[in-house]
């Protein structure tokens, strides 16, 4: 399989605290993209990760990259209960520039 | 970044029926593509919409059951033929606004349900 693969599946957290999510993938990419999906609506963009990144802000997210490994991972901190989603990484294949999606982590933030 | 609308938002529909789904981009962009969600799973991609010409589809997907038009650079639909159950999903139509190698934005979705 190609498509990037999101661990955990499910993260239960207090608001306030931080959430780490992990994507690993099996190919070259060009670029690594998260999405957050609430409830079975359409998917926000949160931020693009280049190859030639390792490291990657945007407000409260904190997105890194290691290629060497194949893994990426991202860090929302001072969660809120509206970051209660699904949070889907989408590697963009180098060889022919499609995204690919992997289950997704289903983050719940208790108020 | 791309302001993307779906039309219509949900439905219900008998099987043996067909869906057409439209997208609406509020710039002109160069690639767009349709995606399948079933309830529970990951996102799928159906195909490419190409502008002028025919899509290109993924393996398990054919224009038969999936015609898609792309009349110009910000519009695409996909009509879902001959419906079963097993075709209720989300359908999500996808933009990238530059080579294929930037961002893609997503639209707000169109969840089916085939009864």
Redesign the interface.
Same mark, same amino acid.
């Given at each position: 399989s190609q498509?990037g693969e999101e661990d955990p599946q499910a993260l239960s957290i207090q608001e306030g605290e931080n959430a780490t999510m992990n994507c690993s993938y099996k190919t070259s990419i &060009? &670029?690594l993209?998260w999405?957050r999906q609430n409830s079975?609506?359409?998917?926000?963009?949160l931020i *693009?990760i280049r190859s030639n990144e390792r490291e990657k802000h945007s407000g409260r997210l904190r997105v890194t990259l290691d290629t060497s490994k194949k893994s990426s991972s991202l860090l929302i901190t001072a969660s809120r209960a509206a970051d209660t989603a699904s949070y $889907?990484c989408?590697p *963009?294949r180098a060889s022919n520039?499609? *995204?690919? $999606?992997?289950?997704?982590t289903l983050l719940t933030v208790n108020p | 970044s791309a302001v993307i609308s779906q039309k219509p938002s949900r439905d219900i529909c008998q099987r043996g029926t067909s869906l057409t789904i439209q997208c609406q981009v509020d710039s002109q962009v160069t690639m767009m593509f349709w995606y399948r969600q079933q309830p529970g799973q990951s996102l799928t991609l159906i195909a490419t919409a190409n502008q002028g010409s025919e899509a290109t589809y993924e393996s398990g997907f054919v224009i038969d059951k999936f015609p898609i038009s792309r009349p110009n650079l910000t519009f695409s639909t996909l009509t879902v033929s001959n419906m079963s159950p097993e075709d209720s999903s989300i359908y999500l139509c996808s933009v990238d606004t530059g080579q294929g190698t930037d961002t893609q934005y997503f639209g707000p979705g169109t969840r089916l349900t085939v009864l």
């Open positions: 498509q &060009n &670029n993209q999405y079975g609506r359409g998917l926000v963009h *693009l $889907f989408a *963009l520039y499609k *995204l690919t $999606f992997g289950k997704g | -």
